[in-house]
C-alpha cells in the first residue's frame, strides 16, 4: 500500500539528546506529519518547559500510550537501548512502522527474535545511523553506487570524538566498538555495499588511562575483509582536540572518492606569522544536524512510497555483529571472522 | 527601554520569494516571537494554500491592517520597492519598528525624509542587506574589526549571479547598480568600515543583447575609493554558468582574509580522466538561507537590548548613493564623486 | 631555416640578479646551448668567484665581445633597462637572436625603431615576461585558448609583492606601473588574447611615505578594456606581509578558470587552538624559478622549429603603451585610451 | 674530523634509472662534489651516449676501479639488491663512506654482518629512503618531532602507485612488503620516532589476477603497533588509476599533522557541467625528484659536519625486518611480533 500525501500521526519514545533532534525535526522540518505524543520515563521539569517552548504535544512517562494509540502510525525509538528489543515488537505487533535510534540491541538472539517479529507483522523498521544521510557521505556514496569508481577496493574512515563521553557513560556504553565504531561498521557496510568476512581489531588506552580501568579503551584501529574482496580500515579515538573529525575514503578499480570534514566556515587569513583556518565543527550536533531531518524524511518517503527503508533491522543486526568480532578480535589480537560470533 | 525576554508580535508586509523567507523564519527559527498577520498586495490561492501548509496566521490585503494594530511590535516590509518609504513612515508614526527589504528606495529624497520620520520618532529600522549575516563574511568581518589583518587597503568583492533574471524585471530594476551591486556596495563598506568618496563603474552587454536593449548592462567592474584611503573592486556579472560566485577578501596592512564560496559539498572525485567536486551552491536561496533567519534574530536581539541595528536606515542611503554615482559614472565614463550625487 | 638539433653558442650581456638565473639555466638546464661568454658592466671579485663555483665561461667587462664574435648565434641581454635598445639593435645588426629582459624600454620611438631593425634583420627577439611559463598561469591560457570557458568577460590579476623594493630603485624604476604592473600588463594581454584599448589606474601611498615622497605609489588598482569586449581588473601592492601573492582568473561565458598561489608544502596542521598551513612562497625566486629555465628552453624551441617566439617585441611594446597610459589615468583621474599615448 | 669545505670525490655504482637521476644530482645540483667514475655492470651504447650528453666522467665496468681508488672518498651504490652488502663491505674496508640505495638486502643475516663491518671501519652508511626528504613529509616530521602535535597516536599512510611494475620484476621483486611497503616502513618510523613492535598485515589480488600468479599480492593494508603505544596504519596498491597517491598523517595528543598530495599545478576549472583541477603527479619520479637531490645534500653535509646520517644502516635493518614480519603476517593470517623474525 502506498501512502503518497498521507499525514502521518507520529508518537516518540524517549526524549533525551536524540530524541529531541528528532522532536524538533518532526515539529518543524518534516511535512504532513503530526506529533501526537512524547514519552520519557519521568516528565521532570526541564522538559516540560522545553516542550513548551517548541510547541510539542501532549507528554507521557507511558510509552504504551504511544503504543496503544490506534491513530498513531509510527513510533520513533530514541529510548535507552536496553528497552529498544521490547519496545519494537510491541509497536510491531501494534502494526506500528518504526524508527529506532542505534543500536538495535547488544544482545544477538533479542535481535534476532525481534527481527522475526517485524517480518511477521510486516511493518517497517528503519535504524538510525544518520551518518548515510550526511550531504558528504551520500555523495559518496552516490558515486560508489554509481560505479564512477569502479570496483570498491579499499574504504578508509577517519572517525574521532573530539572529547570521551564520562567514565560513567564508557562503563555502560558496551565498549567502543559497540557505542562508536558501530557507525562506522554501518558506514563501511554502506560504501562498499557488501558485507565484513573477517575482522581484525586492535586499539590501546592512549589518552585516560581511566578508560582503560572502566575496561574499555580510548584508541581503536581495525581492518574489515568485506565478501567483495575490499579491504576496510577504521580509525577511532575519543579524543580529537582540533574537533570532531569525520572523514571517508572509497578507493576502487577506476578511481577514488574522499569525504573531507566539513568547514566552519570557508575563510582563510593571511598574516605575517601564520595562514589559519577555524576549526572544523565540533560535535555531532554540529557536524550532522542536517542528517537527523534528513533521514526521517526519508524514512516518512519510503513509508509514503512502500519502499523498505535502508539501513533497516538486517543492517542494524550486521553491525553489532561486527562489533562483536571487534571486541572478541581485540581481546585475542586474532582476526576473527563474523560467522564465529553469528551462531548464538 | 531593553524588552530582555519579551514575545515581540509581527506583522510581515509582502509575502513574495523573500517575504516568505521570512515568514518561514519567523514561524520555525526565531524564539519568543509572535506573528500575528501577513499581508500581501492580493491574496491570491496558492499564497491562502502555503499560508495553511506553513501554519501562518492571518491574511489580509491591506497593510495597515499591520500598521494599525496596536498589539504589533515591529513591522517587516517585503513588499515592492516603490512602496517602501511610505511604509516605513508610516509604521514608524504608528510606533514600530522596521525591519525593511533593501534597497529603501531609488529616491535620495524620499529616503532621507524617511529616515527624519525614523530618527523623529525614535524606532529602530534595519535594512535587510543579509549577506553581513553570512557566516563567511561575518568571519571576514570579524577578523578585520579585530584590527587581526591591520588597516584594509584593498577589498575584493566577486558577485556573480547564475543567470540573468527576465528582461521585464531588468527594465523595471533601476539597473544593475541598483538592483545587484547594492549588496556589494554594503558589503564593501561593511567589511572595510570606511564610507565611500569616490567611484568609477565600467561595465558592458557581455552576456545578452537583450539587456542592452532594456537600458541596462550585465557585466560590471567596479572601484571605489573610500574615505579610508582603501580601494574597492567589485565584479559583477549576470551569469556565471558554474554556479552562484560569491567571494570576499580583505587585504590590509598586516594580512589579508579571504572567504571563499561554500561548497555543495567536501567530496572530491579522483578518476583516470579527472579530478571533480560538485558545483558550488546554485543561487541565493541556498547560499544565503542561514543569512536571512541570522539576520532577523540579531534585529531581534538589538530590539530586545535596546541597541542599534545595523546596517541601518543610514547604510540604505549610502548603498543607494553609491549606486548612483556608479551609474552617473559608467553613463559618463568618468571617477564620480559620492558628494555629486549627494544633493538632491 | 630550421635548426632541429642544433648546438647554439650563446653570450649574456649583464650578469646581476636576473642574469645570474639565465647563466645558471643555460649551464645547467638548458640542452645543447654553448654558454660561451659572460658580460658584465664591471667584473667584481664576487662575480669571478661565483662564476668559477657554477663553472661559468670567459668573463668580459665588454658586451661587443659578445655581439661581434661570429661564432655566437644568440645574445641573451639583462642589462640595464635604458641599454636594451642598443644592444637588441647592435646584436640584430650583427645577425644574432636576441632574448631580451622586459621591459624593453620606457621610450616608445626607441622601441618602435627597435623593432624596425629586429624586423629587417630577420632576426627573432624575445622579452622575458617569464610569467607566462609558469606552470598555473600556462595551464589558465591553455584552457582558455582551448575555449573550454567560452568567450573571456573578465580577467582578474592579484600581483602582491611581500617587500617593497629601496626607495633607491623605485626612483629609478619608472613607476610601479613600468615597473612592477608591467607584468600583469602582459598576464592580461595573454589570458584574454586580445589588445587592451582603455585603461583606468589608480593607487595609493598606504605602505611608506617614503614612496609617495619618491614620486610613485605603492598600491594600485586598475581596470582594462580590451578590444574584445573583455574587461581586465589588476591590483598590486608593494608589500603584502604574507608573502608573494600571484593569482589569475579569467571568467568566461562557459565556466571560469583560476590559478592559485603555489604552496610551501601540503601540509595542514590541525590543534586545538589554531588549524595552520605554512605561509606561500615568500618571493619571485621562490614562485617562479621554473618559469625562467621554461621561457629560456621554448625560445630555443622556437629558434630552432623557426617559429616566431611569444611575447615578442611587439608584446613588449604594448606592454609599455599600457603602463605609461595607467601612468596618465592615475595622473589625470580618467580613462585613458591608449591611443592617446600611441602617438610618440 | 669535520670537512667543512672539502670537495669530495665520489664514485657511482650502478647508472640504472636511480644511479642516473643520482648521477644527474651529483652533477648539477650538489656543490663541492667531484663525481669521477660511474660503474655499471655493462657499459652499453645507450649509456655511453647519456653519460657525454649529461657531462658525466670516466665509465667502467669493474665496480672496483671505484672501491679501490684511493681518491674516491664517497660510494654511491645504486646497483641490484643482491649486490648491495658486498659492495658496502668492501667500501667501507677502503675506508669510504656510503650512500646505498634501499633496501640494504633481503637477509637479516648478511645486513648485520655488513652493520659489524660499517661500525669496525667506522665509516658512514646512508640508506636511500629519499621520502624522508620531501618537503611535505620533511615538514610533517618537523611538526612531530617539535612537539606541536604532542604525543604521537595513530599515523596514516596512504601510498598508492600509479601502475603495477611488470610481472618479471613482480617476479624477483622480494614481494609487495619488501619492494613497495619498505618506503612506508621507513616512513612510519620516521614520523613517530618510535621502533615496530607488532604488526598485522593483510592483502589481496585486486588488481591483476597474474601478480596472484607471481606469488604476491597487490592490495595491502598493515597495522602496526609501536613501542611507543602508537599505532600506524598503511595502504598500498598497486594500481591508483588517478596518479601517484601518497599522503601521511600522524594523530597526536594536542592535534594532527596531515601531508596531502602534492598538485601538478593549483588552477581549478569551473563549467556549467564539472569543477576539475589536474590529475596528481603521475609518480615517483614527478613527485619525488626534489626530495633525491635533498638527501644526497643531506648526506655530504653529515659528512662535512661528522653528523651521523639518518636514514641509516640500522634503519635499513629494522625496515627490512619489518617487511618480513608483514609477509609472515600475511601467510599466517596473524599479528607477529618483530622479535619473531628478528632472530636469523
Known sequence: MIYLGKIFTVGVIGAGRIGKIHIKNLLRKIR?????????????????QWAVEIGAPKLTSDAYEIINDPEIDIVVICSSTDTHTKFIQDAAKANKNVFCEKPIDTDIKRIKETLSVVK???????????????????????????GQIGEPQIVKITSRDPVPPPIAYIKVSGGIFLDMTIHDWDMARFQTGSEVEEIYATGAVLIDPEIGK??????????????????GIIDNTRQAVYGYDQRVEVFGSKGCVVADNEVTNTVRIYTAEYTNIDKIPYFFMER?????????????ECLRKNIEPKPNGEDGLQNVLIALAAQKSYEENRPIKISEVEKF
Open 32 to 48: 504532513d506529519v503530526n506529533l501526537k505524543i512524547i514519552a520519557d520515563i519521568e516528565i521532570k521539569d526541564e522538559l516540560r
Open 120 to 146: 511477521e507483522m510486516g511493518i517497517k523498521l528503519m535504524i538510525g545511523f544518520n551518518r548515510r544521510f550526511d550531504r558528504n557521505f551520500m555523495r559518496c556514496h552516490e558515486s560508489v553506487a554509481s
Open 214 to 231: 572502566a575496561g574499555d579503551i580510548d584508541t581503536a584501529v581495525v581492518i574489515l575483509k568485506f565478501k567483495s574482496g575490499a579491504i
Open 288 to 300: 550532522y544536524m542536517e542528517s537527523y531531518s534528513n533521514e526521517l524524511k526519508y524514512f516518512f
